[in-house]
């Protein structure tokens, strides 16, 4: 019995302080875990930023680029028909919107999905616009029917999706 104890008298405490440092050693090494997802976090934030910022800064050129006005004096001839006038810019508006496609993937989805919006609707005013006119005058017919109707309609159709991106660029400081 007296050997049994003196077992217990010296193992207990070495149990006990190898229990300690078990888990001493165990929050040690979570904690450095922690810091150092945290490090990463933030080194990838320092290089996902500026890809994020010129992605919001080519889609606001995009949608520059699709408004009615600049789109219309950026592609008017006078030699073309208003079918073939309404055919470049509905092609126009193709080349420009896939050339930027790989964007979305630095935007929210609500923005997308705000720029697609945008695009369909000056697709549309396009469309529109055409219907309303013999297709075989000239295009600066249509030209001066696409901004009409973009007047009549209170605002371009890519205002609302401009507006809606610096938004979130001011989220992000």
């Known amino acids: 019995m007296d050997t049994i104890l003196e077992i217990i008298k010296y193992t207990l405490p070495a149990l006990i302080v190898l229990l300690a440092s078990y888990s001493m050693i165990k929050m040690f090494l979570r904690n450095e875990d922690k810091k150092r997802r945290f490090e990463f976090g933030m080194n990838q934030k ?57 964007q979305q993937t630095y935007i929210s989805i609500a923005a997308w999905e705000k720029i697609k919006s945008a695009k369909t609707e000056m697709v549309k005013l396009i469309n529109m616009s055409a219907s309303e006119i013999n297709p ?38």
Do not use: C, W
């Open 136 to 173: 075989k005058e000239n295009a600066t017919v249509l030209s001066k029917r696409i901004i009409e109707n973009a007047i009549e309609l209170g605002h371009s159709p890519t205002s609302s999706a401009i507006n809606f991106l610096k938004e979130e660029v001011k989220e992000l400081f």
């Open 46 to 102: 320092d290089s996902v930023l500026p890809l994020r910022l010129q992605a919001y800064e080519r889609l606001i050129l995009l949608l520059e680029r699709l408004s009615p006005d600049v789109l219309v004096m950026r592609l008017n001839s006078a030699n073309l028909t208003v079918s073939q006038m309404q055919n470049e810019l509905i092609s126009a508006i193709r080349t420009e919107f896939d050339h930027n496609l790989a």
